[in-house]
């Protein structure tokens, strides 16, 4: 992979931390967004990895909010040049069953890890289209694929991802632009280490490989689908889960 410049969403995050240091290995100029308020947590992710070695861009954005994502992407666009690999990895999840979900839960899990793609994905493509080449990632969910208890939010907005990614593929294709989905089963970050020890026990007995996942197994599966060779696979969706979710 030549230096290409990757903006990662939730770049701070477990998943989005492993997808800029692995981007970051194949020569890519890395951009991690952070959510606004996290300006001081951002800083110091910044500061732990340049001592390890890794110069990370950073840059803040509210992935809900429009204008927020145009501003954003504008100042890229000034500061580093235009974006050729867009991973939309921010997101989060408030669960509840549906009879117990209010609007607020509902909306917050829609706007975040459905709406953000719209937002941030927008203002990025027209220049993939324009220079002939992009690679655009959208981190789902295996519960986006096979539904899950408490999850009518997560699951309808990540299985609306993969939505999104095949109309847009569809879009860019003859354009030099993929678009790909990788739906996660569970993985080691802050989003399940919240959860209790025995459900998360409970969990990785589905699972056939036999433990959760890791953040470098998602980051490895985004660098194959971002590599220039990797023109020929578009619109699909990736299921790294341990075999939690298989589908024909
Ligand atoms: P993390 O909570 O570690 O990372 C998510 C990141 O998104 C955080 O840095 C968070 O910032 C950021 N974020 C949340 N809301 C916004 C917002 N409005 N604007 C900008 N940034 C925002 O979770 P993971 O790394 O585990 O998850 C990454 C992606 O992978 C998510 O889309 C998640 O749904 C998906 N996924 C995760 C799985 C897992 O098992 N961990 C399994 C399947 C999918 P802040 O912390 O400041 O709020």
Partial sequence: MSTRIALVTGGIGGIGTAVC????DRDCTVIACYYPLDEDGAEAWQ????????????LPVDVT????????????????????????????TRDRTLRNM???QWGAV???NLSSAFNI????????????????????SVNGQKGQFGQANYSAAKAGLHGFTMAVAQETAARGVTVNTISPGYVQTAMTMSMPAEIRDR???????????????????VSWLADERNGYTTGANIPVNGGM????
């Fill in 21 to 24: 240091r692995e981007l970051a």
């Fill in 47 to 58: 500061q732990r990895h340049r001592a390890e070695g890794y110069d990370f861009a950073i």
């Fill in 65 to 92: 909010d429009y204008r927020s994502a145009r501003v954003m992407a504008e100042t890229v666009e000034q500061l580093y040049g235009s974006i050729d690999i867009l991973v939309n990895a921010a997101g989060i």
């Fill in 102 to 104: 209010t609007e607020e």
């Fill in 110 to 112: 829609i706007d975040t």
């Fill in 121 to 140: 994905t927008q203002p990025v493509v027209r220049g993939m289209i324009e220079r002939g080449f992009g690679r655009i990632i959208n981190i789902a």
């Fill in 203 to 221: 969990i990785v007995q589905q699972v056939p490989v036999g433990r959760m996942g890791t953040p470098e197994e998602i980051a490895f599966t």
């Fill in 245 to 248: 979710f298989m589908s024909a």
